[in-house]
């Protein structure tokens, strides 16, 4: 706890405040270097952890924009204020995020949206059975860190489902433009796509449209942009007039 108080959180806050006015960072560092002497020395004079971390977690909310959780080892995580046990559980590892099915907190236990709060001591429940994560988690997370590891297991384990979808999407779009798909789908359209949106194979820009991470009508924009563009120079001077309304004398 020592080595947490004095590397951990301290670290945290020091950098955090790095940034701002000079004069009412060292006025907030040194309200909080007294704050965390002062724990350290009720760690020293307390044999009882319970009545330490009693007094530990009402002085926590100094930190009010983050919360500050134990885990059963105690070791220290440092979460987003309004997180879930979800959030924590994504904070430990993805593989203990995706297996998750419960938590304690307390050593009671709460159901998965439970906001922590500060000096919570969780305990994650989870299970080799577990299907894994559900949507409505990306509603209950608050922090970056658990929804881009959600969005990482949907983006996995349905990326053929996600490509069959990315298909029909692009080719329903199409339709309603009254565009034969084949004339987009040339190799050379669909690289200039790819590059546009850093994929390296067109089964995963569809898949990118499928799960929502692409809107199709943004992917059909740029094929006609380059469409476009090619068969502009293949114009004949004629048709160029024709399509312009100029008639010809």
Not at 100 to 117: C, E, F, P, S, T
Request: with cysteine; proline share 2%.
């Amino acid at each position: 706890m020592h080595k947490t108080a004095e590397y951990g959180i301290a670290a945290h806050w020091k950098y955090k405040e790095s940034g701002g006015p000079a004069k009412n960072n060292k006025s907030r560092e040194e309200e909080k270097l007294s704050w965390l002497r002062q724990i350290l020395e009720w760690q020293r004079d307390m044999s009882d952890n319970k009545e330490f971390l009693s007094l530990l977690k009402s002085d926590l909310d100094l930190f009010n924009e983050n919360v500050y959780c134990f885990s059963p080892a105690g070791d220290v995580k440092t979460l987003p204020r309004g997180s879930s046990t979800v959030d924590f559980a994504y904070s430990v590892h993805s593989a203990v995020g995706n297996k998750m099915v419960g938590a304690r907190v307390n050593g009671k236990l709460v159901n998965i949206d439970y906001k922590i709060q500060n000096g919570d001591r969780i305990e994650i429940l989870t299970s080799q059975n577990s299907k894994g994560p559900s949507r409505d988690w990306l509603n209950i997370v608050k922090s970056t860190q658990a929804k881009n590891k959600i969005n990482q297991w949907f983006k996995h384990e349905f990326k053929e489902e996600n490509i069959i979808r990315g298909k029909e999407l692009i080719a329903a779009y199409c339709k309603s433009k009254s565009l034969t798909q084949a004339d987009l789908m040339k190799p050379k359209y669909l690289q200039i796509v790819q590059r546009k949106y850093g994929f390296r194979d067109w089964d995963s820009v569809l898949a990118a449209i499928g799960h929502g991470g692409l809107k199709e009508g943004q992917v059909f924009n740029k094929l006609m942009e380059a469409y476009d563009k090619e068969n502009q120079k293949n114009l004949t001077d004629e048709q160029v007039l024709e399509a312009t309304g100029e008639a010809q004398e």
